[in-house]
């Protein structure tokens, strides 16, 4: 049929060229939206088609299912349920109101899933839950964003001993005597074994990383056993200028454009890293314990990144309907998602539980709670590059722990 209709075309008075083209037109012009709207997902499309045979992610409500990681963000007044005044722990990074954030507005909202209720985060009731039991954080400077948010929360309730056994921030460990309840942060910011080109650098110089993929960060992974809680998360460093190694030897690099080495996409260590990760847990016979991966938190970069002017200065969160999913977000989304239903398939025949914090479209949704110019941080030039990838305490990052209690539920 295809090789006739030029014939046929051809042989057409001008009338009846005219009507077909106007006739086309409205199917070109559909395509052209269909093929657009293929390429920029939106997260509910996206999420539905990724998640048809995957159930663990759904909290019952009722005598209904309901989940929990799509709805839309309302207001709560009641918010926030600490300060910066009440709660010394808050890391200078994310204290906003001490640096002068004008603003309240980003910390009065609450996640509310579609067609049920996510309960405020009770701090009596998670420490009851977690009472006689240890729960870490595993990741980069957002598991530490994480943890603090929770730290804040249960002050309300008791404010824990420091059991710390070293100054470093990035390895916290803290004791709740009335609930025995044990809570770390452990820094592994690639989970896998990495080691930088020149870690007597000069503040500020931006080195490359080499990361072993197929070896496993021994900080964490040799802490794990006897654990009850392992909350496990990674990101934005895998955006860092990489050298990538399996079995000892280079296969790939990420921004390495001026070298005869393999570039590789964002994802592809990504993705590896938490194959290893996951293998390496799997692998603990003394690991008892559920693992809960926390998904990519996006940033809210406009009109540039982080390190050229990029800022993030909106006061209210997106509607779900109004940001499209796309790009390396999507990318780096569709990696984790990929490799942590491959683990939880293996992790069933072990008998462990692997539950997906699912809380990416819950935070590309709220460009209003970063940090930006109200964070403390500094770079060698005494300025302040805007911070669009952690989040203001108190803030959104708070309904983390409502979803993380939520999950210890089930």
């Known amino acids: 049929m295809e090789k006739y209709l030029p014939n046929i075309i051809q042989n057409l008075n001008f009338k009846s ?3 077909l083209q106007i006739s086309i037109i409205p199917l070109i012009l559909f395509i052209l939206i269909t093929l657009q709207s293929s390429n920029n997902l939106s997260f509910k499309r996206l999420y539905s088609s990724l998640h048809t045979n995957h159930h663990d992610n759904v909290s019952k409500t009722s005598s209904k299912k309901c989940d929990i990681f799509m ?16 709660c010394e722990t808050i890391h200078e990074y994310q204290n906003c109101m001490k640096h002068g954030r004008p603003d309240t507005e980003f910390m009065k909202w609450r996640w509310k899933p579609y067609g049920c209720e996510l309960p405020v985060f009770n701090s009596t009731r998670f420490l009851e839950m977690v009472r006689g039991k240890s729960m870490a954080f ?16 249960l002050s309300q309730v008791e404010r824990p001993l420091d059991n710390s056994t070293t100054q470093d921030e990035n390895f916290k460990r803290w004791y709740y005597p009335s609930y025995n309840f044990t809570l770390a942060m452990i820094w592994s910011p690639f989970l896998v074994k990495a080691q930088e080109n020149d870690p007597n650098g000069k503040p500020g110089k931006i080195t490359f990383a080499g990361l072993y993929l197929d070896e496993v960060d021994e900080t964490w992974a040799a802490q794990i056993d006897g654990l009850d809680h392992l909350i496990i998360s990674a990101g934005h460093w895998f955006f860092r200028l990489l050298i990538l190694y399996e079995k000892r030897h280079i296969m ?62 909106r006061k209210k969160p997106y509607k779900s309907n109004e940001i499209n999913f796309e790009g390396q977000n999507l990318e780096m989304y ?77």
């Not at 709805?71 to 009440?86: C, K, S």
């Not at 595993?138 to 929360?153: E, I, K, W």
């Not at 293998?279 to 926390?294: H, P, Q």
């Not at 539950?355 to 964070?375: C, V």
Request: with cysteine; net charge neutral; glycine share 8%.
């Open 252 to 313: 790939g690099c990420r921004y390495c454009w001026t070298t005869n080495i393999t570039e590789q996409s964002v994802s592809y260590g990504y993705r590896n890293a938490f194959k290893t990760a996951f293998r390496a847990i799997l692998e603990r016979e003394n690991f008892k314990g559920k693992v809960y991966l926390r998904t990519f938190s996006p940033p809210h970069y406009e009109g540039g990144d982080w390190y050229n002017g990029g800022y993030c200065l």
């Open 334 to 410: 569709k990696a984790q998602l990929e490799v942590f239903e491959e683990a939880q398939i293996l992790a069933q025949k072990r008998g462990l539980k692997f539950g997906l914090m699912n809380i990416t479209q819950t935070m590309l949704t709220r460009p209003d709670g970063h940090p930006s110019k109200y964070g403390h941080w500094e770079n060698v030039n005494g300025t302040r590059p805007n911070d669009c990838i952690h989040w203001c305490l108190p803030g959104p990052i708070d309904s983390w722990n409502d979803i993380l209690l939520e999950m210890l539920k089930e």
């Open 138 to 153: 595993v990741g980069d400077s957002l598991a530490r964003n994480h943890m603090q948010s929770l730290v804040c929360l």
């Open 17 to 19: 060229k005219l009507a």
């Open 71 to 86: 709805g839309e963000w309302v207001q709560n007044m009641d918010a926030p349920y600490y300060t910066n005044d009440t």
